[in-house]
């Protein structure tokens, strides 16, 4: 009896765990897509065209890294660049993306490449490779 109350003691916690991971999940993406969809009338500053892709925080995505080039969690808002071209640290306007902050490197993102974060895979494959129009704020 002991060894099956602990199991159902187990499935409770599990369950409860897998709602609250659901929660935050949605929640995160209604606000990627609040944050995608709320463009600024009038963003200024230095506009490039860049070839964007996708990652997420998974550390098997990021060679086992879950923090970024500057130390801060890997998290939507958090793109991926070429100091050369983007110092970390600069805010950015990305179209179709929303704000984000250049806090990342990565072996592949060289010279107008821009990798940018998402909440979870499906988001990710969903945004795939694009053009994009990425406006310097700072």
Known sequence: KESSAASDVYKRQAQKLAEKRKKEQEERAKQEKQQAQSAPQNVSGRTITMRSTAYTSDPAENGG??????????????????????????????????????????????????????????????????????????
Request: charged share 20%; proline share 3%.
């Open 65 to 138: 890294y879950s923090t970024t080039a500057m130390g801060t969690a890997i998290r939507y808002g958090v793109a991926a660049v070429d100091p050369r071209v983007i110092p970390l640290g600069t805010r950015l306007y990305i179209e179709g993306y929303g704000y984000a902050r250049a806090e990342d490197t990565g072996g592949a993102i060289k010279g107008n490449r821009i990798d940018l974060v998402f909440g979870s895979r499906s988001q990710s494959n969903n945004w795939g490779r694009r053009t994009v129009r990425v406006t310097i704020l700072n």
